[in-house]
């Protein structure tokens, strides 16, 4: 089946889906993103994402393409196109294209932000065989650019360390700056010893994640004790069990660091937990 | 006038000239480019050009989209089609698409590169009255990602810092990071002391400049003195006179640093003069 995807006000075939060579999206990396999962054919945490796509946009003064209930229609008439039970929708805003290539930012009253949205099928997302299994990871040094918070396409690094815990036989990379963990390169890093969450704060130096927010919330309500903080992979590569939160992977227990296994190898109870807790409120209050 | 521009493998008006949503250069800046001068009709130093993109590509495991004869071969069709007599050429290549979206390089056996080229007619070049007059920087704190020796498109930052530019009544911005200036948002930084040329040395730190590498070593020919160091922006504020560097705007003479007007604010002897071998030579050795 043929995707219909959406760019700039049309509904279109996938493979006639294009954008100009001058986008600033193409030609600059000035752009920012949101990813939202699809569970029982329903939005998770919509809220979240178009309030963060909105800050976004805010701190790189970048226009809205359109108010927040036409992005929920494009949403659900996507989902509804395309079918979609379990899957994710992608959604990118750049600053549009003048024709032409310039540093400068090109005049927002004439140039309009380019909007393009589309589709994931990914059945059994909710139980994927790789949450039960959990991931591997590695840890590689952070030198992305230093406003992590703002969710820009600039995704090379975190592209090359996808490649690089690949070739290493892992499954993702654990980022480290100045001897700390920031995240992994694509979620929000934690681990757990004796029974306590400990994972890094919000900064500039990591993705305000939506998924983060929610599941910290959710772990404080189910009376676990949370400690964020700066913390070592050494730390994590002696705790009892570690896991990762994304909007596309909910929360991942990750079993290996560095090669070093985490308590027996397998996800641990905590993750688990969570991960349940997280898929259960979440699809209850999904729209 | 339409310009023609090319995308893989074709000439094409600038209007339908398009590349997939799913064009890996669009979704993570997994791209990397080249901007060429053009005066008289010929290209500036297409050779360092080609082998800069080598590089880049080699660097991120990315294939070439042609050899470098082919290459040449639509920069100056380019030129023609466009009747550039002083101007740019733009040149993009990107990952691909595989035709979604995938943290996970494509297998390139099955996924070619995109090719993007466009001109930009710019006459006067060579005589450009900001080269006259000279350029106002501010300095700016650099926060790009840690490998600004591979020329990516990850350029929002070198964008956000040129329209910082712009508000503060500059004209660019100088990069600090350590407390010491990098580069400027597109051009390498130098200042000029009793004489003496400093500047910062080549690391993954800095853009390796085609032009920088020709200018530095004109001025060795020209027996000026050059002094390959780390350098704080509170010493180049201090200098005689100062310049940068670039593809697009050769050497252009900097003569306001933070407010600090450098020597009597015009630009200095030694910039004007490196100007001028560079443009000569470099117009006797075009192609």
């Not at 010893?193 to 309500?221: C, F, Q, W, Y």
Request: negative net charge; hydrophobic residues 40%; proline residues 5%.
């Amino acid at each position: 089946m043929t995707r219909t995807v959406y760019v700039n006000g049309q509904y279109l075939p996938e493979t006639e889906a294009t954008v100009s060579i001058f986008d600033r999206g193409f030609l600059m990396a000035d752009a920012v993103y949101e990813v939202t999962s699809v569970l029982g054919g329903k939005l998770i945490d919509f809220e979240g994402h178009a309030v963060r796509l909105k800050r976004s946009l805010d701190e790189l003064e970048m226009s809205e393409p359109c108010d927040k209930d036409e992005l929920l229609e494009i949403h659900r008439k996507l989902v509804e196109l395309n079918e979609i039970d379990e899957g994710l929708i992608y959604l990118q805003v750049t600053r549009g294209s003048d024709g032409d290539r310039d540093f400068v930012f090109p005049d927002p009253e004439t140039t309009k932000p380019t909007i393009v949205l589309f589709t994931q099928n990914k059945p059994g997302l909710a139980n994927s065989p790789a949450s039960q299994k959990g991931a591997k990871v590695i840890s590689i040094p952070d030198i992305r650019w230093h406003r992590r918070d703002i969710k820009t396409v600039q995704l090379l690094y975190p592209s090359m360390g996808k490649m690089m815990a690949k070739k290493a036989g892992a499954d993702d990379a654990w980022l480290i700056e100045d001897g700390y963990v920031t995240e992994g390169t694509s979620n929000n890093a934690y681990y757990v010893k004796n029974g306590k969450i400990v994972t890094r704060p919000l900064s500039n130096d990591i993705l305000h994640g939506i998924t983060r927010k929610a599941v910290l919330r959710m772990a404080e309500e189910a009376q676990m004790e949370i400690e964020e903080r700066l913390f070592t992979i050494e730390e994590a590569k002696e705790a009892d069990e570690a896991f990762t939160t994304s909007a596309s992977a909910f929360v991942m227990p990750v079993v290996e660091i560095d090669g070093v296994a985490l308590g027996d190898g397998t996800p641990g109870p905590i993750a688990k937990r969570l991960r349940e807790i997280y898929l259960d409120e979440s699809m209850k209050a999904a729209i």
